[in-house]
């Protein structure tokens, strides 16, 4: 059982409202009269020769709008930060006037921040739209040109994440004073329920925002809040990103037992995957979790522990063990009481891996931000969005390396079109959390995996049972037009077999 079953959600209003607001709607591009225009190309009673400089005048108009908007939001920002810095040096009796002033005043930069982002969405779907109906009427081919063109222009290089980390650490210092450093430590096994949700791309930001107002953003390394160290010469530093980059290799054997197990909910039922943060580097995690029913007296649990790179291929093969990095380890102070604990869980993720041929056979890579404490474990969100899914090419024992890490064809990568939230607690969940389920963003994926969903696209042949949801129109990589939205790099970093009208938001209609 969840926390969250049984709880109804509202239904969020449409975007394009904002095409009526009175502040963004004189500036959205005028699509009744580039409807016009067509129309009057498709009846002969005009040319395009003017079209695509047409579309350049509007382009300049949107840029101009939204450089002044984000400005005016980092002014707001910077200005909000000095005062919150100077609210703690009052006495006790203002500070909460003060404070609650300040939280109202954030909030309403956190709501233009977001219109200004749906406000850039609509108008590259409007622009593409357009375009789009350009080719359609005259035979030119100008759709996918035109994408490369305008994800260079400055409405579509906002740096959205600079502005939301600003928000989260002003939220943070807000709620819990001016703190000193906190580093936060991840365990290396986790026992929190776990509730799954899909977040549409057009209420990534809204979301992610309306979490930081209760739960900071967590960045490695990073320490949460406002601090005077933070603010260089006066100026917050905007040009920092919330997420980092996630890549994990999944294992099984040509029979996809791990997959059937998983999805069967097998007691006991295991998924080994090795995983890195950045690019490939110097060391990965080896990671396995554990499914355990609820009338057993355990929890499902995610193991893990850390390797070398370059000992991974060896591992794998069975030719190498966790013994024999053990004085290695040891003299670089790891304790005896977490090599013990490593070195069982590395002899039994081996011996999973060569009793049943495991074998790498899916990667998912994609973009986490991580909402958490440093100080608690308590409540974790986090957000993966970007989400790619690759089937692996199978690397023989004599390749140098266990894992392909050049390109792959394109057959073999797709895109998932959701955002996927988790929502991760060792206890009953706070207000605000329900709040944020029964919001109407967030639709209820139970028990959704990224492994199972890529295993059902790229291995057809070899499973017996789909997954619940993966026929579920709002995840079909082959019908996600009507759920698509504009990030930065969509269009030109689209795949090249997929058309590029699954990247135009339907809600858009032109003529």
Known sequence: MSYFDGLKARKPPPITNLVSDSRFAPHFVSIDNWAKKIREVEHGRRDMDDFFPGLDVEIQDLNAFVEGEYQTLKHSLNFIAQRVLAVFHQSESKQKSSIALLQKQLDVIAEDLCNLETFVGLNVMFLMKIVLRHDQATGAQATNWFAARIDQEFLCKVNFDGLLMSISDLYFTLAHGITGSSSWNPPDSFDRQTTK???????????????????????????????????????????????????????????????????????????????????????VFIEQKTHHEAWVDQVSVKERFQMESEHVKGYLLGTKTYKDWIPKLRAKGVSNETLASNWALANEIAKNIQTHDLHPVIRTVYLRTAFQLTSSNNVRISLDTKIQFIKEIVKSNSDPEWVHLGKVPSSSELTFPLGVLEIKLHDAPPAWVTDLITSGYLIRADHFSKFQHAMAIFYPRNISLRPHWFDNPIVNINASGSHAWYTVGALTHAQTHKPIHLYVYNEVKLG
């Open 197 to 283: 949700f899909w977040v549409k791309p057009e209420h990534l930001l809204r979301v992610k925002l309306m979490i930081a107002k209760h739960l900071p953003v967590l960045v490695w390394g990073q320490d949460q809040g406002i601090s005077v160290k933070k603010i260089m010469n006066g100026q917050l530093n905007f040009n920092t990103s919330d997420a980092s980059l996630i890549t994990s290799v999944y294992f099984d054997n040509d029979n996809c037992q791990q997959y059937h197990n998983r999805l069967t909910r097998e007691e006991g039922a295991t998924l080994i995957r090795v995983r890195w943060y950045g690019n490939y580097g110097r060391n």
